[in-house]
Nanobody, 123 residues
Framework: QVQLVESGGRWVQPGDSLTLSCVASGLPFGQYTVAWFRRAPGKEREFVGSISWSGDMSYYEVPVRGRSRLSRDNDKNTAYLQMANLKPEDTAIYYC????????????????WGQGTQVTVSS
């Protein structure tokens, strides 16, 4: 059984930094592209970014570009989303997802999803 479990979400103040983790089990993690999505209150789910199998390539959507970093440790079956200079508009439930292809830009292909972790940015 495949499981993705996110953690690291919490309340932070604007300007703070945060690292989210996604631990996978039940799949050959190193052969899966991992993405992060988020859903803000009252809004549609939004693609945040994705990272390739080996971690040597990544893609970021505009709202987080330049202040986020995706990484992964395949030996630990874990992916990370580091975010800096957090803003109130980053408040959302953050989800990681995985799929066995290699296209970093597609968002409709993810096979497996975690349950999400809440990030709240407010003063």
């Amino acid at each position: 059984q495949v499981q993705l479990v996110e953690s690291g979400g919490r309340w932070v103040q604007p300007g703070d930094s945060l690292t989210l983790s996604c631990v996978a089990s039940g799949l050959p993690f190193g052969q899966y592209t991992v993405a992060w999505f988020r859903r803000a209150p009252g809004k549609e789910r939004e693609f945040v970014g994705s990272i390739s199998w080996s971690g040597d390539m990544s893609y970021y959507e505009v709202p987080v570009r330049g202040r986020s970093r995706l990484s992964r440790d395949n030996d630990k079956n874990t992916a990370y989303l580091q975010m800096a200079n957090l803003k109130p508009e980053d408040t959302a439930i953050y989800y990681c997802a995985a799929y066995s292809g290699t296209d970093l830009y597609r968002t409709d292909v993810y096979e497996y999803w975690g349950q999400g972790t809440q990030v709240t940015v407010s003063s």
